[in-house]
T-cell receptor, first 112, second 114 residues
Framework: ETGVTQTPRHLVMGMTNKKSLKCEQH?????MYWYKQSAKKPLELMFV???????ENNSVPSRFSPECPNSSHLFLHLHTLQPEDSALYLC???????????FGPGTRLTVT | DQQVKQNSPSLSVQEGRISILNCDYT??????FLWYKKYPAEGPTFLIS?????DKNEDGRFTVFLNKSAKHLSLHIVPSQPGDSAVYFC?????????????FGTGTRLTVIP
């Protein structure tokens, strides 16, 4: 595997379900990010981890819970989501002092 | 309030001609700017970047121009090819508590007509 991978690629879940999104980077980076992309909106930064420590949490509802067990893996735990949470969720990585972020293919989430 | 704006949602260009994509920003603290390209069902792919201390950066068919006084940057693609058809995102970077955070525009869909 190379670059940034995300699983699953597609997810349909009910509002009462609990699921997790997984991201793995194979680039030797030490910062990882979660973004949300909704239709006709810019990418919204949700969480930033640098050196496995959360450094940014952009007022994201608590039904989204990130986890970064090491510098290569990032999770987004989901529970009791709302239909408006349906979106493309993108993971990215970079060097903590680098500007270029490298993105995974995203998880298309649909909440029913 | 959106800090990075791409006011043209779409652009169509003939193959072989120049494509010019524009981006405006409002925050003077941004010190680095990037362009990403996105195909359907894929994540954004880094294309080219420019530091705020420069006004031009060129990489093959792609050139990015930065006008700091106008808070404006543009991406020129010449000659345009059908494979360049994609959504292009402008992003601006600011260092905040441990990492460089990117602020994105809404994207411009480029269609290159063969």
């Amino acid at each position: 595997e190379t670059g940034v991978t995300q699983t699953p690629r597609h997810l349909v879940m009910g509002m009462t379900n609990k699921k997790s999104l997984k991201c793995e980077q194979h680039l030797g980076h030490n910062a990882m990010y979660w973004y949300k992309q909704s239709a006709k909106k810019p990418l919204e930064l949700m969480f930033v981890y640098s050196l496995e420590e959360r450094v940014e949490n952009n007022s994201v509802p608590s039904r989204f819970s990130p986890e970064c067990p090491n510098s290569s893996h990032l999770f987004l735990h989901l529970h009791t989501l709302q239909p408006e949470d349906s979106a493309l969720y993108l993971c990215a990585s970079s060097q903590s002092r680098g500007h270029e972020q490298y993105f995974g293919p995203g998880t298309r989430l649909t909440v029913t | 309030d959106q800090q990075v704006k791409q006011n043209s949602p779409s652009l169509s260009v003939q193959e072989g001609r120049i494509s010019i994509l524009n981006c405006d920003y409002t925050n003077s603290m941004f010190d680095y700017f990037l362009w990403y390209k996105k195909y359907p069902a894929e994540g954004p792919t880094f294309l080219i970047s420019i530091s705020s201390i420069k006004d031009k950066n060129e990489d093959g068919r792609f050139t990015v121009f930065l006008n700091k006084s106008a808070k404006h940057l543009s991406l020129h693609i010449v000659p345009s090819q059908p494979g360049d058809s994609a959504v292009y995102f402008c992003a601006a970077s600011a260092y905040q508590t441990g990492a460089n955070n990117l602020f994105f525009g809404t994207g411009t869909r480029l269609t290159v007509i063969p």
